[in-house]
């Protein structure tokens, strides 16, 4: 008997696969496609509180084994997600997250603060819909010129510990690759009572259309997700399980079973899967099979046994 | 999985491929197409040429490494199709006006099948390529423009029903020759994106609209002309 279950926190996932925010939507596209049920958690598409546009241009272009995308993050803001995809989410049987940003500190709280708020009603009625919030450091600070959050660990403190102090739903931080240093940053995230860590984020990347002389991207840079950053990841992830007794969420790059593997060898208590989605519209199913698998002809039978080994 | 029947080279960088099975499709949808495993990454957005009850066809131009890719498909390999995906063609009111650009001309096969009495204006910059299948096809007039410029051939006050597809630039002059017309003409544009999902989901084929930003994969590809912001 195999057992694929996670406890992360006083959360438990079915399995270790959890869909990348950005990548499956609000999970109504693919759950067209196969029983998203069958999944550890999805990861909603990023919000802000106001409503984004997103970036105008080219949005995604790809590399030798990666993907680089500047999305810009185009969403519906907090309140129509609360309005108009809770009542779906209420209904799903995976471990719901919701990933929020903010341009400003007053935005992130904000948004949590409309997020705690439906959580509170809709616990009182029975219907909840959102079971954690992942902070997503990664947008730019418009009052300090643009430079994302978490890019200094000082920084992302005030963000951890405003957000922190705004909801009691559990609260993950997903770090950026661009940290100046992702192993303090997750070390602060722990002391300002984090409920776990995702890792990575995108990494800042760059390309050039040299006929015409100018980057391929409005914004000049994107991020860059894929196999090819998954060593990388990897090596994140391995130091940061190391730093932090708060459990981790692992990406980077996760194509199959064994990348999963690995990252759990690496440390993390469950892992998400994001570029992959779009290799693959059934990446979630297959994955599972794939895990099940492997589980069977390595014979272990719990995903602790291999835990963090490294 | 699927299988090839055919891949031949209609024109130099013109590729028409067959895959056996039975597929489903409307009029200007399209499918994600991929021969690969995990590299290049991403899938790659074709318009269905044909449906027949036993194969699909694709007409596509190489401009990558993907459409390269395909280009070397020989019969009996492997692929995997994704679709039908996207709103396809509103079945044309009244006298019907079919625009093709380039390999722009691939969607108006499988429509001239269905309205052979449409009228169809196909326009290449060099080598004119699948005139005679759209002769063979289309009960109307097949006009075709050899390095000129294709809108020029038509009056869009002379139809009821446009629909265009073909480059940015010509589907910007579309627009701009709708609104300097008497507007009887409900006109469309099929428009081509980079894609990754192809779902609705990643947000990166996005349009830019006069009212709000929309997902070419699945409020499109095809869009009325006057909602589309050209830059």
């Known amino acids: 008997m195999i057992d694929l279950s996670c406890s992360f926190g006083k959360l438990t996932f079915k399995n270790p696969i959890v869909m990348a925010s950005g990548t499956f939507g609000f999970g109504q596209e693919y759950g067209a496609i196969y029983d998203i049920n069958r999944l550890g958690g999805i990861s909603g598409k990023g919000l802000t509180l106001q409503p984004k546009a997103g970036n105008e241009g080219i949005r995604v272009f790809e590399t030798p084994s990666g993907l680089l995308n500047s999305v810009g993050l185009e969403n519906p803001g907090v309140e129509a997600f609360l309005r108009d995809e809770c009542p779906r989410w209420e209904q799903m ?66 963000v ?18 661009n940290a100046e240093d992702i192993v303090s940053m997750a070390v602060m995230c722990e002391q300002e009572g984090a409920d776990g860590v995702s890792l990575v984020n995108t990494f800042s990347a760059m390309k050039i259309d040299i006929y ?24 994140m992830v391995h130091q940061v399980s190391q730093a932090v007794s708060i459990p981790v969420m692992g990406m ?33 199913e297959d994955l599972l099979g794939q895990l099940e698998q492997f589980m069977i002809s390595e014979k272990i039978s719990c995903l602790d046994e291999i835990r963090g080994i490294l | 999985m699927t299988e090839v029947i055919s891949n031949i080279e209609v ?17 200007g949808q399209f499918y994600m197409i991929r021969a690969w495993d995990n590299y290049p990454l991403l899938s790659r957005p074709l318009s269905i040429f ?50 093709g650009g380039g390999i722009g001309i691939a969607p108006f096969y499988y429509a001239l099948r269905q309205v052979p009495a449409a009228e ?48 940015h630039p010509m589907l910007h002059a579309v627009q701009r020759k709708q609104q300097a017309s008497s507007g009887r003409a409900k006109v469309y544009v099929s428009l081509e994106n980079r894609m990754a999902c192809g779902i609705g989901a990643c947000l990166v084929c996005s349009v830019k609209c006069k009212d709000k930003r929309k997902k ?6 095809v869009f009325p002309a006057e909602e589309v912001v050209f830059e």
């Open chain 2, 11 to 27: 024109s130099p960088g013109v590729f028409r491929l067959a895959v056996a099975g039975q597929f489903a499709g409307r009029m």
């Open chain 1, 212 to 235: 015409k002389r100018r980057s391929v991207f409005n914004n000049l840079y994107a991020g860059l997700s894929g196999p090819a950053i998954k060593p990388i990841a990897l090596r």
């Open chain 1, 93 to 158: 049987e995976l471990v719901r997250i919701v990933n929020l940003g903010g341009n400003t500190v007053q935005d992130y709280v904000e948004g949590a603060e409309l997020i705690e708020a439906d959580a509170k009603r809709r616990q009182l009625a029975g219907k909840p819909a959102v079971d954690m919030i992942e902070l997503n450091i990664s947008c730019p600070n418009v009052k300090a010129g643009g430079m994302a959050y978490g890019i200094q660990t000082e920084t992302a403190r005030e």
């Open chain 1, 252 to 284: 980077g790059g996760i194509c199959s079973a064994t990348d999963i593997i690995e990252f759990i060898m690496a440390g993390a208590t469950v892992t998400q899967v994001g570029t992959y989605n779009f290799m693959n519209l059934r990446a979630g």
């Open chain 2, 216 to 221: 070419a994969c699945t409020d499109g590809p």
């Open chain 2, 120 to 167: 169809v204006y196909l326009g290449f910059s060099r080598e004119p390529y699948m005139v005679e299948e759209f002769r063979e096809a289309a009960s109307g007039q097949v006009h075709v423009n050899v390095g000129g410029v294709i809108l020029d051939d038509v009056d869009f006050d002379a139809y009821d029903t446009i629909i265009a597809c073909g480059p």
């Open chain 2, 50 to 99: 044909d449906i027949t009850p036993e194969r699909i066809e694709f007409l596509y131009l190489v401009v990558g490494e993907g459409t390269a890719l395909l280009s070397r498909l020989k019969k009996g390999d492997k692929l995997t199709l994704e679709g039908p995906m996207g709103n396809g063609f509103t079945a044309p009111e009244g006298k019907t006006a079919f625009i």
């Open chain 1, 160 to 177: 951890v510990r405003k957000v922190r102090a705004a909801t009691t739903l559990p609260l993950v931080i997903k770090l950026s690759p």
